[in-house]
């Protein structure tokens, strides 16, 4: 089997490419373009993996024959690549419907054309809104309060045209929030633990939104049964543990766990549009347990903590610190 993962330089991408080649798969990475050929936090995987490089495809999304290129052959691709930001979202809405919206047609197109055995297309909790009922099932209407969430929400729907229009075999994952090592400091989890290791106050904008974190390796393990199975094509699975917190909470875990004692200060810029903040997101992945046998295995508030040292640890390291600017609002 030859799986082609989009985005695969990413946190999550990242992640995902580690287990799935720990898994003996062959993965061909399709890597954003850049001058230096840089690969992202696949670099960092190559000490582990030196054939990676072997496996990278420098491309464009956007650019439908750069896709289109690289999916011959192919049995399973994993669309992962996309503009994730929502601050900056804000600022360049265009860019990310040319990114999400028509790099993910380009993704179904290709696959398409190269007669793809499974398109594993990847959504976000955020094209729920604010919830209508906690916790989110599969069934909740679509709300987007976001440029970044409407640009995932339309690509979702491009998938699913093509399933129901051409019966390309398409599964749509929708993982709630991630969190772990790699991760960018423009997510919260990140921001709060290099803040803490650099200086004696955090900035964050509000800490009332209520949020369920799961630990990227824990996803990637859900990703690699659905790119192995044949079940789940034309439907769409949350992925989660259910479990859900508030900011504040979580900061004074991660403050806990780190023996700190920081001042928190509400930064203005850091706050979301009062009818763009997303309050609540706790998923019910019912679905996705029964139908994969699919079980998270850092369940509950132990679990989290779990997750959380390892992650606390890997941005102790100061090599891996030196990557990140905590003391910039980076959107």
């Keep these: 089997m030859k799986i082609l993962i989009t985005g695969s330089e990413g946190f999550f991408g990242s992640h995902l490419v580690e287990r799935l080649l720990r898994s003996g798969l062959d993965v061909t990475c399709f890597v954003q373009y850049n001058s230096i050929s840089s690969a992202g936090w696949l670099d960092d995987l190559s000490n582990t993996f030196p054939a990676i490089r072997k496996k990278l495809v420098f491309g464009d999304i956007r650019d439908l024959e750069s896709v289109n290129r690289t999916m011959s052959g192919i049995d399973v691709c994993i669309h992962l690549a996309a503009l994730i930001a929502i601050p900056y979202s ?3 809405p265009r860019g ?3 990114t999400n919206t028509i790099g993910t047609l380009n993704v179904m197109e290709s696959s398409l054309r190269n007669n793809v055995k499974r398109v594993i297309h990847v ?7 604010t919830p209508r009922w906690i916790p989110i099932s599969e069934e909740h209407p679509i709300q987007t309060q976001s440029p970044y ?3 995932k929400a339309a690509a979702d729907n491009v998938a699913m045209s093509y399933y129901y229009s051409f019966s390309l075999p398409v ?3 929708r993982p709630f929030n991630l969190f772990g090592p790699r991760q960018s400091t423009r997510a919260v989890i990140p921001s ?3 803040q803490a290791l650099k200086q004696n106050s955090i900035s964050l904008g509000s800490t009332l939104p209520r949020r369920e974190f799961n630990y990227a390796p824990e996803i990637a393990e859900a990703f690699l049964k659905v790119a192995l199975s044949d079940k789940g094509v034309g439907e769409t699975y949350n992925v989660g543990n259910g479990t859900d917190l508030s900011i504040a ?5 991660i403050l806990e766990l780190m023996n700190k004692d920081c001042k928190i200060i509400e930064d203005p810029e850091r706050v979301r549009p009062q009818l763009s903040e997303v309050e609540t997101l706790q998923s019910d992945s019912t679905k996705m347990h029964k139908e994969f046998d699919w079980k998270y295995g850092l369940s509950g ?3 989290f903590k779990q997750g959380l040292i390892q992650t606390i640890d890997w941005y102790s390291d100061s090599r891996n610190l030196s990557k990140f600017y905590s003391d910039e609002y980076g959107i």
Excluded at 123 to 129: L, Q
Excluded at 249 to 253: A, E, T
Aim: aromatic share 10%; glycine share 10%.
């Design 90 to 92: 804000y600022k360049n």
């Design 96 to 98: 990310y419907l040319e």
């Design 123 to 129: 959504s976000t909790s955020e094209v729920y809104g």
């Design 149 to 151: 969430s409407a640009s």
């Design 171 to 173: 599964v749509i994952l």
């Design 192 to 194: 709060i633990i290099t």
């Design 249 to 253: 909470q979580v900061v004074g875990l």
């Design 301 to 303: 508030l132990e679990g």
